[in-house]
């Protein structure tokens, strides 16, 4: 026995000894480290040829290279030497991949089952997907119905916009709608103070003084990167060569922060302190002579044909808007705006811009004129370092349509939104009108409602309002490439291909004052089965056949871009862009197209146009007080929907990269924070974080409070493009969507919405 | 039934009664178990830690455990190296408390870590110059020192010695202890000193940052100075304790006197210094990074409360106890003391780590205040019960107290 | 100690370092996205709590604690700084306390390294960087399916329980040596190394390069800013040694950088 | 316990177990064997764990696989001139291609060239159906590692051999080994499996033209590159040769 226990000692000696100067435990250590460093669930990405392939961002018009390893898109980054944003990216494109192969992407054609916005859905071939759709407008033309078929879209430039509201004309239906943004409002201006048929475009890269009424530069506002890189052009140099940079804003918004002076004034009131400047610059005789005296219509006094007297600009502004009435009214001290107001009209270079925040809502025409104005008097229309119309690259015009007896009487018919009627016969859109209109009615106003690059069932003010109406439209078919709210509660979903893996033609950006043509090119082999809206479109018009089909000569999308590019194409493709630099807007003495052939202070389409003027003051740029909504008595608090940089509030969800960045004090779990100056707070007893229900007449939602100094005591404000349902949890049902808290204001003389904000009240929960 | 196993001469509660007390300590060392399993499984998403706090509870609880484990490398040393003979009643306890202390410092360091399957990455890619890595060695080195004095208790146990080896063995142990103990205590000065130096050497952090002699900061020193004058009372405390639970005194009051009293003395230089550091801080280092000392006490919790209770109330109170004969004789004051003392000590060691992260260091940092969740505290709580067990165990099978059987005779 | 490696005398060293123009910088964040995109960064559904939260270049918006209307708002974006760790002893601070050099100090290019599969997770650097410019692996970072295909193979996808930091685009640094190197050069040029939020930044705020080389425009901007008084670093008194310089204009923004209480004895505040 | 009495036990233990061993009537000289009885003991658990470890283990820690095809380097290197880069080349960015995608191959394999099976077998299952050949990679290192071609080859100006061993002279792709519980490839770590000898730490020491001698490849652990560098007095900083 005790022999056995001995031997097994020594024989496991030996065997200690043999192991030991065996590789097997020192292997074994070595690997098992190895092992402890590569943990299998740790992705490895594979390695390839890297390429670098150029396109144009659908988000803010910017020229983008995307790098690629093997097939694999890893990074976008901005393309050198591009006009929009010369090697800058905005941070929503910057995180666009996660978009291109996120899961909110619409695999394939999905078709509804079960209640609408249940989020059931088959999938179907897109031969049955479009059979579907042709299906219905056949039969609705046939019914005579063509007229309650609609579009809504994000933008009415560019070719695939441009096949949509062909297919309607051919078609036979008055209903293309753009979704909402200060375009509404500056074409109208435009049209009406210029007789131009465009937006506005502002020389930011050469001003030297901007006086900004509210517009969120910094945050967004026209292409993102481009007004970004004209503020460091502000800064740069030294200290006094430095442009000066001023912003109205009831709150310190990035761009209030940007700049060098902040007036924070009541808000709503823009229209009036622009009103006032212009008292005192008329006042001190600091306006541009020449301009004002030879180039407009309507600043002094006049008597028309029939002899009768009109009052012009410079008496009304003279009379109603002296910097202690404007003080009076704007909260800002007449010293302050007699300064302010010298400033602007001595400074080399002025320029007043307009357009609240990103520029995603329309706003009060008065205003926007009243801005105008301002410009109109410092004499920088079309001028460098001044504002002039957007211009456009030239392209081939398509063939007219040859409407049929349907098609004629059908797009004869009165607008759903009711622009271009009787009542608003300058304004093209209304789509902030048209759930109401919907609502309004028993008959079924719109049977069939196509969606392209939109989401009105998230964008659109009065959401409750918007759901309705969605109701009461028994087919909406959205191209969306991402599961947006509207595809959401679609009955069929005709995914577009994502813009990295298409063509398309990208005009020039918001607010530009070059021409520029940029290119969207598949740069991306397909992620998912989609089809390109414009061959859809295509392939609906050519089976529906007759008139309609014959409007679309074109066999596929692509001959549609090559043609209408024409023999520009080579260049475009060959660059990816188009960019007519030594474009410069025409002269004075031909660029108005009014009836006066002069920049018109005192509007005299109206009268032409047959609308009822009583008063001249409705024919001039004035202010008129546009109450926001709800009973001060029980909603005390005035609450303003701001715009942020790093949260997108378009059509297109905020991606989880731009989630992240957002402020601690901006978002925590899935509450939003309202920013509230600490004075109101003590008045309301509330505490920073503190959880609040906030509640306006249109609706409530449960928030947080952050105290913050940068906003106007009696003033909260709450971000705009949280509240999602559809997409991922990623984002949706984080935060609420403010245009649930928010109605629609419409502007008495274009009908547009003048929403700026609305009365509210905070209790604590 | 478990009778042949207990130690001749001595009397021990009924099997039974032991076995439940066992169990009772079962529960909440299970639930540190389970929170153990939890981060490991995981990972520390499920502890309060976050970027601001990367050290928290646990090497709070790490420092503190090792200051009071200093009990056995002092009582060791007083006891090989200065021969205070008295203390050979005392030391075999002292270090049986070390090497729990010890097995705990390094088992919350194996969870403290995020990739503990890497842990031997300090050993293998030592980085000298990192405090860290010689703490790391050290308490490892000092750990095995601890067991080695431990293990002839063990052979000393009836039935274990019965065999022939291992009581030669146990024999050859004591005469060499001398020696072990002298090296033990070497490490011990050293890696206690590295601890102060784990904090002091971030001069990205000027709440915690000191200057000093050579390569070690000023806290070097205080740290070694302190866990001196907190061990013995440790000791004191447990074996106070143990006394309680066994109802029974365990050893000569003369021991125990003489051990207060060298904390007592120790605690005073200690405090002298500390105090001396702290205004130095105070008055050359805080303001010459543009911060009055005000400033690190700003935001509550960590107030200058800290700072008083600290030193004065966790300190100078003990420490008078402790030095006047009379309040040392009488025995609800010395507990106190030594309750003092120790919490003390602790409370130095969370300010060193966790309120030197804390203090916000950027004008524009926020404050965040940290507080350990259930996991941190269950696992950290954890080595408490199992070394209530393993003393329970110690005390019942080994001869522990020489002069249990003197004092209580059957 | 890793930190001497590459100390070669007579071996062509650059000194890798940033300027930030506070004046352009917007607080847009394309920045912060650019590096998350660049790098392989992960996300995760709730990304609120900033103390948990994955951020190499991360943007700062800081007051100036004055109440309405006078308040003013300045983004401070805040990359590793990449220090020399002048003054003390001469050590970066996270560097020197890495128990298992996991990081080093590179002397031919200053920039501070981060090796994932050495480190342990003891977060001891992170306890030493006073700018909270080390983060740690809280979860395992997982991407939502399909978006794996977005990753870079430049930059190794990190494991839970790892601490990570701004690299300055090391591997931008790799690419250009392999670029240089197949020309049979061996000095880079400026544009050939440029980090990620550089490129990205709309404003140009960020400018990149070798603060050593007085043909460089960091160079240029520091010893202007520094003649004009507008030139500083984060935490200057700590003897850290930044190669991260900031302009600003702005006389709050320029004392906010060190260890400063405010206007009317308040702290300039995180907004 | 008293050395004398640990001998006296052994004695009376021999004892014992010779009365156990009833077979041997010898008894007078006992001594002259027994004392061998703990050295073969230690012997055989000596012998029998250096068996294991030498033997078994690499065996089980190594599992072999086969390359798709059996490619010939040196039937492929007579038919191109400019060498490995032929295939093995740099890309513009200065990054470098490693093994060649199918559309290389597919240049030349477009239809057979010849009777070889193994081609006819690239060209019916690969270069047909256009699928990528799923090779083997023996030189592959774990993600955390950056290794540059372009500074190795076109800085530093070695030869491909240096590393890679003859390969190019190659007729047949040799089995490649794949470490069980890394799943790297058995290069990595060398061939030889106690990580030492002559593919080593020896290959550190010879020139590129022996180095070139080698059929089989360099070890390829961070402590090689290290020496390597450090030989060269190139930088050893972790960021060197980590991402």
């Keep these: 026995m005790k022999l056995d226990r001995r031997g097994f000692i020594q024989f496991s000696l030996g065997a200690g000894a043999g192991i030991t100067l065996s590789p097997l435990p020192w292997k074994l250590t070595d690997d ?160 009406l103070m210029q007789g131009a048929a ?214 004869g018919m009165p607008r759903i939104d009711g622009a271009g009627g009787s009542r608003y016969p300058f304004t093209r859109y209304l789509p902030e009108r048209w759930p109401q209109i919907v609502n309004g009615h028993k008959a079924c106003l719109i049977e069939a409602l196509l969606v392209h690059e939109a989401d009105p069932y998230y964008t659109t003010l009065d959401s409750a309002a918007v759901a309705r109406a969605f109701d009461r439209i028994p087919f909406v078919v959205s191209f969306s490439t991402l599961m947006d709210e509207t595809a959401y509660h679609a009955d069929l979903i005709l995914p577009n291909p994502h813009y990295l893996e298409r063509w398309e033609d990208a005009p020039t950006p918001t607010g530009l004052q070059v021409p520029i043509l940029g290119l969207v090119r598949p740069v991306v082999s397909p992620q998912f089965d989609t089809r390109h809206a414009g061959d859809v479109i295509l392939t609906i018009a050519k089976r529906l056949g007759g008139v309609v089909g014959d409007a679309f000569p074109w066999e596929d999308y692509e001959t549609v871009l090559k043609e209408t590019i024409g023999d520009k194409w080579d260049t475009l493709e060959e660059a990816g862009y188009i960019e007519e630099a030594d474009y410069t807007p025409p002269v004075w003495e031909n660029a108005f197209a009014t009836a006066s052939g002069k920049f018109e202070f005192y509007i005299t389409a109206f009268e032409q146009a047959g609308m009822k003027i009583n008063k001249d003051l409705q024919c001039l740029p004035h202010y008129e007080p546009a109450q926001p909504e709800g009973n001060p008595a029980t909603y005390p608090l005035i609450l303003i929907p701001v715009e942020l940089t790093r949260l997108a509030n378009g059509a297109v969800g905020n991606p989880p990269f731009c989630m992240k960045t957002l402020e601690e004090t901006e978002l925590k779990k899935n509450d939003l924070f309202i920013e509230v100056n600490p004075k109101t707070a003590a008045k309301y007893r509330l505490s920073e974080g503190q959880d609040t229900m906030l509640e306006t007449p249109r609706g409530k939602a449960r928030v947080l409070v952050h105290l913050f100094e940068g906003i106007m005591p009696g003033v909260i404000a709450i971000p705009k493009g949280l509240g999602h349902t559809a997409y991922d949890d990623y984002l949706a049902g984080k935060g609420v969507n403010t245009n649930s808290l928010m109605g629609v204001t419409e502007d008495p003389i274009s009908g547009l919405s003048a929403t700026w904000g609305i009365r509210a009240k905070l209790t604590r929960v | 039934m478990d009778s ?183 490490l011990s000065f050293f890696h206690q000193g590295s601890l102060g130096g784990v904090p002091s050497v971030l001069y990205g952090r000027p709440f915690a940052y000191r200057e000093g002699f050579l390569v070690w900061p000023w806290t070097f020193f205080l740290f070694i100075l302190s866990a001196m004058a907190c061990g013995p009372c440790f000791t004191i405390l447990i074996t106070r304790i143990t006394e309680t639970f066994a109802k029974k005194q365990l050893v000569k009051r003369n021991v125990i006197d003489i051990l207060a009293k060298i904390s007592g003395w120790l605690l005073g230089g200690y405090l002298v210094l500390k105090i001396i550091d702290t205004i130095s801080w105070g008055v050359s280092l805080a303001p010459s990074v543009g911060a009055p000392a005000g400033s690190f006490y700003a935001n509550q919790p960590y107030g200058w409360w800290v700072l008083i209770t600290e030193v004065g109330i966790l300190g100078i109170i003990p420490c008078i106890i402790l030095l006047s004969t009379r309040a040392r004789q009488n025995q609800p004051l010395l507990i106190l003391a030594c309750l003092l003392n120790c919490a003390g000590i602790f409370m130095n060691r969370w300010i060193m780590s966790v309120q030197t992260l804390a203090v916000p260091v950027m004008s524009f940092d926020k404050f965040f205040s940290y507080h350990p969740n259930w996991a941190e505290w269950a696992s950290t709580l954890m080595w408490v019960w199992l070394s209530a067990i393993v003393i329970s165990i110690s005390y019942r099978y080994l001869p522990i107290f020489p002069q249990e059987k003197e004092l209580n005779p059957l | 100690m890793k930190e001497e490696h590459g100390h070669r005398p007579g071996k062509k060293t650059y ?76 050590h970066t601070p996270c560097v020197s306390v890495c128990p298992a050099c996991a990081t080093d100090y590179d002397h031919e290019t200053g920039i501070v390294s981060q090796i994932y599969t050495r480190c342990f997770g003891c977060r001891y650097c992170m306890a030493a960087c006073p700018y909270h410019a080390r983060v740690f692996n809280w979860w ?103 190669k991260v310089y900031y302009v600003s204009t702005k006389d709050w923004v320029q004392k906010a950088a060190d260890v400063y209480l405010g206007e009317e004895g308040k702290p300039v505040t995180h907004a | 316990m008293s050395t004398t009495e640990e001998k006296e036990k052994t004695v009376a233990e021999g004892e014992q177990e010779t009365a156990e061993h009833a077979a041997a009537p010898e008894q007078l000289e006992p001594v002259t064997w027994r004392f061998l009885i703990p050295i073969v003991l230690f012997g055989v658990g000596f012998v029998v764990s250096l068996f294991i470890g030498w033997v078994i283990f690499p065996k089980i820690i190594y599992c072999e696989k086969h390359q798709p095809i059996d490619f010939s380097h040196s039937v492929h290197q ?166």
């Design chain 4, 78 to 243: 007579e038919a191109v001139d400019e060498g490995c880069e032929s295939c093995h080349f740099f890309r513009e960015d200065g990054s470098f291609s490693g093994i060649p995608k199918l559309e290389n191959c597919a240049e030349c394999h477009e239809e057979a060239m010849g009777e070889n099976p193994e081609e006819a077998k690239l060209i019916e299952k690969y270069v047909e159906p256009g699928k990528e050949i799923p090779w083997l990679t023996y030189a592959s290192q774990p993600d955390c590692v950056f290794f540059s071609h372009a500074a190795h080859i076109k800085m530093a100006e070695l030869e491909c051999a240096a590393c890679h061993g003859r390969i190019g002279d190659s007729d047949h792709t040799r089995p490649y080994q794949c470490n069980i519980l890394t799943g790297y490839s058995r290069d990595i770590w060398g061939w030889n499996i106690a990580g030492m000898g002559k593919n080593a730490w020896d290959w550190m020491k010879m020139d590129d033209s022996a180095r070139m001698k080698m059929d089989r490849p360099a070890r390829m652990k961070m402590d090689d590159c290290g020496d390597c560098h450090e030989k060269r007095g190139t930088s050893n900083a972790c960021f060197v040769c980590h991402k």
């Design chain 3, 140 to 242: 395992d970072p997982s991407w939502p399916k399909g978006m794996e295909k977005y990753l870079s193979p430049d930059v190794s996808p990190r494991m839970r329980g790892v601490v990570e930091k701004c690299t300055f685009c090391h591997h931008r640094l790799q690419r250009a040596r392999n670029k240089t190197y197949s020309e049979g050069r061996r000095e880079i040029r400026e544009d050939e190394y440029q980090t990620a939020c550089t490129q990205a930044c709309p404003a140009g705020a960020i400018t990149f390069g070798d603060l050593k080389n007085p043909e460089h425009k960091v160079h240029k901007l520091v010893e202007e800013g520094k003649k004009k008084k507008i030139a500083f670093r984060l935490l200057e008194k700590l003897g850290t040694n930044p």
């Design chain 2, 4 to 186: 042949a196993l207990i130690p001749k001469g001595v009397k021990r509660c009924p099997f039974g009664l032991f076995l439940v007390w066992i169990g009772i300590l079962q529960i909440p060392f299970l639930i540190g178990v389970i929170a153990y399993l939890v981060c490991w499984g995981l990972a520390l998403n499920q502890t309060y830690l976050n970027n601001n706090y990367p050290f928290g509870l646990w090497i709070a609880a790490d420092l503190g455990i090792i200051a009071l484990g200093g009990g056995a490398f002092f009582t060791a040393f007083l006891r090989y190296i200065i021969k205070i003979d008295e203390l050979k009643n005392i030391v075999n306890f002292a270090t049986v408390i070390g090497v729990m202390c010890y097995a705990a410092a390094l088992g919350i360091l194996a969870v403290d870590i995020g990739q503990p399957l890497r842990g031997w990455h300090i050993f293998w890619h030592a980085n000298v110059h990192s405090m860290l890595t010689e703490v790391a060695f050290c308490i490892s080195c000092y750990f095995t020192v601890l067991l080695i004095e431990y293990l002839p208790l063990v052979l000393e146990n009836r039935e274990i010695n019965k065999f022939g080896f291992p009581r030669s063995f146990a024999h050859h142990l004591h005469e060499a202890m001398p020696a072990i103990a002298a090296i033990g205590v070497f």
């Design chain 1, 32 to 191: 098992f480290s190895i092992w402890t460093q590569n943990w299998p669930w740790t992705p490895v990405p594979r390695t390839g040829e890297v390429t670098h392939v150029n396109t144009v961002s659908k988000h803010c018009g910017s020229g983008i290279t995307l790098r690629k390893v093997g097939d694999r898109a890893t990074k976008i980054e901005g393309r050198k030497g591009y006009p929009v944003n010369d090697g800058g990216i905005s941070i929503q494109t910057a995180a666009d991949l996660q978009l291109l192969y996120g899961p909110w992407r619409v695999p394939g054609p999905l078709r509804r089952v079960g209640k609408r916005g249940s989020g059931h859905w088959e999938n179907i071939s897109w031969e049955k997907a479009i059979g579907d759709v042709v299906q219905k407008l056949s039969d609705l033309r046939r019914k005579g119905k063509s007229h309650t078929v609609a579009c809504i879209l994000g933008s009415d430039r560019g070719t695939v916009p441009q096949l949509f509201s062909r297919f309607l004309k051919a078609y036979g239906s008055p209903n293309f709608i753009r979704t909402a943004s200060c375009d509404d409002t500056y074409e109208l201006a435009m049209s």
């Design chain 1, 198 to 411: 465009a937006s506005v475009a502002y020389d930011l890269e050469h001003a030297k003084y901007i006086l900004s009424f509210g517009c969120g530069l910094i945050e967004g506002w026209g292409s993102t990167v481009r007004v970004i890189k004209a503020h460091s052009i502000w800064r740069s140099g030294n200290l006094k060569e430095r442009a000066t940079l001023v912003q109205i804003e009831p709150r310190l918004s990035n761009t209030a922060a940007k700049a060098d002076q902040w007036y924070p004034i009541n808000p709503g009131t823009e229209g009036a302190l622009a009103l006032g400047l212009a008292h005192v610059i008329i006042k001190k005789s600091l306006y541009h002579t020449d301009f004002v005296e030879n180039h407009t219509f309507g600043f002094e006094d006049w008597t028309d044909d029939s002899g009768r007297r009109h009052i012009g600009f410079k008496r009304l502004v003279l009379k109603k808007y002296s910097p202690n009435a404007v003080s009076r009214i704007t909260g800002l001290s007449a010293k302050k705006i007699v300064r302010l107001a010298t400033a602007f009209a001595k400074a080399d270079r002025p320029i007043a811009v307009w357009g609240r925040g990103k520029g995603t809502t329309s706003g009060s025409l008065y205003e926007c004129m009243a801005v105008h104005a301002l410009n109109a008097l410092v004499g920088n229309i079309n001028k460098i370092g001044g504002v002039s119309t957007l211009p456009e690259v030239a392209t081939e015009t398509w063939p007219k349509v040859d409407q049929d007896h349907i098609a004629r009487t059908g797009s």
């Design chain 3, 15 to 90: 000194k890798y370092g940033m300027v930030i123009d506070l004046d352009k910088c917007t607080g847009c964040g394309a920045c912060m996205v650019a590096c998350m995109a660049e790098n392989n960064i992960s996300f995760r559904k709730d990304e609120t709590n900033k103390l948990v939260s994955n951020f190499w270049m991360r943007v700062y918006k800081i007051t100036n604690g004055r109440s309405f209307p006078d308040t003013d708002v300045c983004y401070i974006p805040r990359p590793c700084m990449h220090c020399e760790g002048h003054g003390h002893h001469h």
